[in-house]
């Protein structure tokens, strides 16, 4: 006896996710093309950990399986925190990141729909606070690599730890641009210095990393035109990068990076486009997504230039998942005819 | 003529074509015709006859009650067999006080007197159209007498002739416009000559071409002046808001109506019906009822009142697999809760369903707050937010959040990627506001009882003390008003009457004592001296028992 709609409009949460995923996909193929084997064999094991864990989430908490482990968001946050890791990340270290994102920070808060912060991101954070080493070790991307690894190296290593006898570490991984940067300014070397003394520096940002962030861009832009994504988040977002790196770079251009650097890493692509705007723990308002993509780039800049971590994109959106209650209840746009009762 | 668009909407499936291209049906008699008195907005209609009665059609057979409200009519000709409680077209699925007529198949019609509406007083002639039995039938049902009531408003400037008909399926109001135009436009006068405006629109959703062009040359026909308008076809355009926003760019302020603007929206059925009722004598009885969806025939119906929906359907050719009936629209209709209930006049279409095309709606996922029912909402809330408040029972918050400026169109719940019925959530949190107010007026009414009892008992008690004292205050200024001989005889008559008290007391010796011996005297006279010790002894005060 309903009193709703009889019809429906063809869509789904399915349908949303899956969209989201085929969005990623421009990124994840230049990931590969880029930086080898290990992406891909990361994006399946956490996808296979995702499905695992949530069917046992499900299942403690008395749910049906079916429709929720159909309605693809495990998948997504699976693939956002796998993004996010080093692609060479030991097994262990996705387990124990898609644990808490999933078991903690999804179904400990209620589940799909109810979470305050952004699963892959609260992975993200726990690994980084509790993993220094391991979430540094960036694969280098296959053009500067002293020895690429093969499909089978990558499994061996992600598995096993183990690289090819003769292979160091060292021709394996290296330090990402934004980590030279890092190591450069405390060794007190100026900018131009410390382009100039390494490899990892492209065009605009670092070398393979640049092209994985155009690839997030396309992707983001199509699910801006599927009208997955509003607008106001990622434009904000990149705005509030862009004004605060500007700002810092016009203050002490030796010391503070560029803008266009600071935006054409993956992390901060990947967090416009598609965890800054995760409808669930972010702004609902259009005022407010402008807020909260603002206060997010603005964090995520600040994090990175003054903080103690690598990055700081996670840390932002985290905090700034924190203020949605508050940025909603002020942003609260006008109802029809409400303007004109005052 | 320069259009608005209003906030939202939607492009749902039209769905007009199954059943606008046949011409509308002439009504049938059915052999049992059950009208129910709850037919309109306001108080239930009070039956005015008895069982056994006999009734022609038009016969008021139940008249208004109180303001809001509108008379009833015999739908035909027959015999009143029940009046009680029968089955009705509504959600709850609880039955309702109906008058049940068993047809005797003459349609008799009773006598049918016209109104001269141009030399009738306004007030009588809102009588007449509530007499009448004329209420809104673009679904709303309110009783037009009201609406035609300028007083105590804003001066309407405009009056809208609503032709939207913007739910998907329902053909009534196209056919009506293409075949009764005139009726139609005869209605408007009386609207117009009623409150006063000096505009008349008239708002048709461009997928009606045929009824533009019917309404417009039925316009010049019979001089009316009236711009007939063709406005895009987005649901829910024909809602009154979103009619006045288009067409005269006025936004309705948020809690209020449209006539807060100066603009009267009217459906263009209800205005078939004035014209019917003033022009012609006719109440109320038949209305156009669209029957389609999963029929042979679909197409439109003059419905008497009061026929059952099964019954339309047997006409339409009921097929197979019929799943159900939805009464209205399928953004809007509801499920009616059995086959058989009558057509009332809220009745606008009788849709029937099947699986294919109307799939059970499937399981309700979790809201994931991606705002796609924001875009779509025409009254611009936030409906992910109002559902949140509702499912918590956060009433408060969800009324903040303006909750009353839903408009119940299901915009929301069409476009929902976790298919919740987000309208039942904000029809169960006004029907919860509603309850709320209903129990705090009548603890309110309880207390101001108790208070005023104890105000009254108070002030009760102050006026008898206070009439004590006056009284008593009285009493000393008369007394001395006496006269000494007065009183000297009033004291004479006492003395005297103690006199004689007294002298038959000593008259009065007691016998049994009389003849007794001395001895026994003397033990008397003992027991008698110990009594009056005792006595004595008695009357000391005594000291308080210690604890």
């Known amino acids: 006896m309903t009193a709703s709609a009889h019809i429906l409009q063809k869509g789904s949460v399915t349908r949303?996710?899956?969209?989201?995923?085929?969005?990623?996909?421009?990124?994840?193929?230049?990931?590969?093309?880029?930086?080898?084997?290990?992406?891909?064999?990361?994006?399946?094991?956490?996808?296979?950990?995702?499905?695992?864990?949530?069917?046992?989430?499900?299942?403690?908490?008395?749910?049906?399986?079916?429709?929720?482990?159909?309605?693809?968001?495990?998948?997504?946050t699976a693939w956002l925190l796998a993004l996010s890791l080093p692609p060479l990340a030991p097994w262990w270290l996705t387990l124990v990141g898609m644990a808490f994102a999933i078991g903690v920070a999804k179904?400990?808060?209620?589940?799909?729909?109810?979470?305050?912060?952004?699963?892959a991101m609260v992975g993200f954070a726990v690994l980084i606070i509790s993993f220094p080493a391991q979430m540094t070790q960036w694969s280098a991307p296959l053009s500067l690599a002293a020895h690429p690894l093969n499909f089978g190296e990558s499994l061996s290593f992600i598995f096993g730890g183990g690289l090819p006898s003769g292979v160091a570490l060292d021709a394996v991984v290296t330090a990402t641009p934004l980590d030279t940067v890092r190591t450069g300014l405390l060794q007190q070397h100026t900018l131009g210095e410390i382009h100039a003394a390494s490899h990892v520096f492209g065009s605009i940002g670092g070398v393979g990393g640049e092209w994985v962030a155009a690839g997030y861009l396309v992707g983001g832009i199509a699910l801006w035109a599927l009208r997955i994504v509003p607008w106001q988040v990622p434009v904000a977002f990149l705005a509030g990068i862009w004004l605060t790196a500007g700002f810092l770079h016009w203050a002490d251009a030796g010391r503070f990076a560029a803008p266009w650097f600071q935006i054409a890493t993956p992390s901060v692509m990947l967090g416009a486009f598609f965890i800054a705007t995760d409808p669930v723990s972010g702004s609902t308002t259009p005022r407010g997504r402008l807020i909260f993509g603002l206060g997010a780039g603005f964090l995520a800049v600040i994090i990175r230039v003054f903080g103690g971590y690598p990055d700081g994109?996670?840390?932002?959106?985290?905090?700034?998942?924190?203020?949605?209650?508050?940025?909603?209840?002020?942003?609260?746009?006008?109802?029809?005819?409400?303007?004109?009762?005052? | 003529m320069e259009l608005h668009r209003f906030p939202g909407g939607i492009h749902p499936e039209e769905h007009k074509k199954e059943s606008s291209s046949r011409p509308i049906h002439a009504a049938f008699v059915p052999r049992k015709l059950v009208v129910p008195m709850r037919q309109h907005i306001g108080q239930p209609a009070k039956p005015i006859v008895r069982?056994?009665?006999?009734?022609?059609?038009?016969?008021?057979?139940?008249?208004?009650?109180?303001?809001?409200?509108?008379?009833?009519h015999a739908p035909s000709s027959g015999t009143v067999t029940d009046i009680g409680l029968s089955k009705v077209p509504h959600p709850s699925g609880l039955p309702d006080l109906c008058i049940t007529i068993s047809t005797d198949g003459r349609d008799e019609w009773c006598e049918r007197t016209p109104v001269d509406w141009r030399n009738t007083d306004p007030a009588a002639l809102r009588g007449h159209v509530r007499d009448f039995g004329i209420a809104g039938l673009g679904g709303a049902v309110f009783p037009s007498s009201i609406k035609l009531d300028p007083a105590g408003g804003p001066a309407i400037h405009t009056l809208i002739l609503n032709g939207g008909e913007c739910e998907p399926w329902i053909t009534c109001d196209d056919r009506l416009m293409r075949e009764r135009a005139e009726d139609i436009l005869e209605g408007a006068r009386i609207m117009q000559h009623l409150i006063g405006a000096e505009k008349l629109i008239a708002g048709i959703e461009d997928n009606k071409p045929e009824a533009i062009a019917a309404m417009r040359t039925a316009a010049q026909k019979i001089g009316v002046a009236i711009e007939v308008v063709a406005?895009?076809?987005?649901?829910?355009?024909?809602?009154?808001?979103?009619?006045?926003?288009?067409?005269?760019?006025?936004?309705?302020?948020?809690?209020?109506?449209?006539?807060?603007?100066?603009?009267?929206?009217?459906?263009?059925?209800?205005?078939?019906?004035?014209?019917?009722?003033?022009?012609?004598?006719?109440?109320?009885?038949?209305?156009?009822?669209?029957?389609?969806?999963?029929?042979?025939?679909?197409?439109?119906?003059?419905?008497?009142?009061?026929?059952?929906?099964?019954?339309?359907?047997?006409h339409a050719g009921e097929r197979e697999g019929l799943t159900g009936i939805i009464m209205g629209g399928p953004m809007m209709g509801f499920d009616v809760p059995a086959m058989d209930v009558p057509v009332v006049k809220a009745s606008n279409c009788v849709l029937a369903k099947s699986k294919e095309l109307f799939p059970p709606r499937p399981p309700e996922m979790p809201c994931i707050r991606c705002t796609q029912c924001v875009p779509v909402c025409p009254a611009?809330?936030?409906?992910?937010?109002?559902?949140w408040f509702a499912r918590a029972k956060d009433l408060g918050r969800a009324q903040e959040y303006h909750l009353f400026d839903c408009i119940e169109c299901g915009c929301c719940s069409y476009v929902c990627p976790s298919h919740i019925p987000l309208v039942d959530y904000y029809r169960y949190a006004k029907s919860e506001i509603w309850a709320r107010e209903k129990e705090k007026r009548l603890a309110d009414t309880a207390r101001e009882r108790h208070e005023f009892r104890l105000f009254r008992l108070e002030r009760e008690k102050k006026e008898?003390?206070?009439?004590?004292?006056?009284?008593?205050?009285?009493?000393?200024?008369?007394?001395p008003a006496l006269s000494t001989a007065e009183q000297d005889a009033k004291k004479k008559l006492i003395q005297e009457a103690l006199a004689r008290a007294q002298a038959r007391k000593a008259a009065v010796t007691p016998k049994n004592v009389d003849n007794l011996p001395p001895e026994k005297q003397a033990e008397i006279a003992e027991v008698e001296a110990r009594r009056a010790k005792i006595r004595e002894i008695a009357k000391q005060p005594v000291e308080p028992e210690q604890h």
């Not at chain 1, 995923?21 to 064999?41: D, E, K, S």
């Not at chain 2, 611009?380 to 559902?387: G, V």
């Not at chain 2, 008898?464 to 007394?479: D, P, S």
């Open chain 2, 51 to 72: 069982v056994g009665d006999h009734v022609l059609k038009g016969q008021m057979i139940a008249e208004a009650d109180g303001y809001v409200s509108v008379a009833l």
């Open chain 2, 464 to 479: 008898k003390a206070e009439r004590l004292a006056a009284k008593a205050a009285t009493k000393k200024a008369e007394a």
């Open chain 1, 313 to 342: 994109v996670a840390f932002a959106i985290l905090l700034m998942n924190l203020c949605v209650p508050l940025i909603d209840a002020w942003t609260q746009p006008l109802v029809f005819g409400e303007a004109k009762k005052k």
């Open chain 1, 107 to 119: 179904h400990l808060y209620g589940g799909l729909g109810q979470n305050i912060f952004n699963p």
């Open chain 2, 380 to 387: 611009e809330l936030q409906p992910q937010q109002l559902y």
């Open chain 1, 16 to 76: 949303v996710m899956l969209l989201v995923l085929a969005c990623l996909l421009p990124g994840v193929l230049a990931y590969a093309w880029h930086f080898g084997w290990g992406i891909v064999i990361n994006l399946v094991w956490a996808s296979l950990l995702a499905l695992a864990l949530e069917a046992l989430a499900l299942g403690l908490r008395g749910y049906p399986l079916k429709p929720f482990l159909a309605d693809g968001s495990a998948l997504v």
């Open chain 2, 231 to 314: 406005m895009p076809t987005i649901y829910p355009g024909g809602g009154g808001k979103q009619i006045t926003k288009t067409l005269t760019g006025l936004d309705t302020p948020s809690g209020g109506r449209t006539t807060d603007v100066g603009v009267q929206v009217f459906n263009v059925g209800t205005s078939y019906a004035l014209s019917r009722a003033l022009n012609h004598g006719e109440p109320l009885v038949s209305r156009i009822v669209t029957v389609t969806g999963h029929v042979l025939r679909p197409q439109n119906y003059e419905v008497l009142i009061g026929t059952p929906m099964s019954e339309l359907l047997l």
